[in-house]
């Protein structure tokens, strides 16, 4: 699994973190915002997408939950990108292993 963490919004002093990434068990991506937490308190969980499989299976629909709490970077989408790339990749090879083993 992936994780990457993005500025809020100027706009959004309410928000401490906005955080994304792949998660190859579900096969999605997800966005989890986070407000800003009171003293010696967990920040709240304020939106989060991609908790299911297959939520969000493209970064365009990434970046539309993104949009409204944080920019995503290019070298974000670059890295995103990669992981999916190696998920599908290692899957592949552990298919073909499989396949291997039962001939």
């Known amino acids: 699994m992936s994780r990457y963490s993005l ?4 706009e959004h ?3 401490f973190e906005v955080a994304v990434g792949w998660d190859p ?3 999605t ?3 989890v915002v986070f407000g800003a937490a009171d003293a010696g308190r ?6 989060w997408r991609g908790g299911q499989p297959r939520q ?5 629909e990434l970046q539309a939950e993104v949009l409204p ?10 890295q995103l990108t990669g992981d999916l790339r190696d ?11 499989f396949i291997a083993r039962l001939l």
């Not at 500025?7 to 100027?10: I, V």
């Not at 969000?56 to 365009?60: D, N, P, R, S």
């Not at 998920?87 to 292993?97: D, G, H, K």
Request: charged share 20%.
């Open 7 to 10: 500025k809020p919004l100027p």
């Open 42 to 47: 967990d920040p709240v969980v304020r939106h």
């Open 13 to 15: 002093s309410d928000i």
């Open 29 to 31: 991506f997800f966005v």
């Open 56 to 60: 969000i299976v493209t970064l365009e």
């Open 25 to 27: 068990g579900l096969g």
């Open 87 to 97: 998920c599908r990749t290692n899957s592949l090879q552990q298919l073909s292993r």
């Open 69 to 78: 709490y944080a920019e995503l970077p290019i070298e974000i989408v670059s």
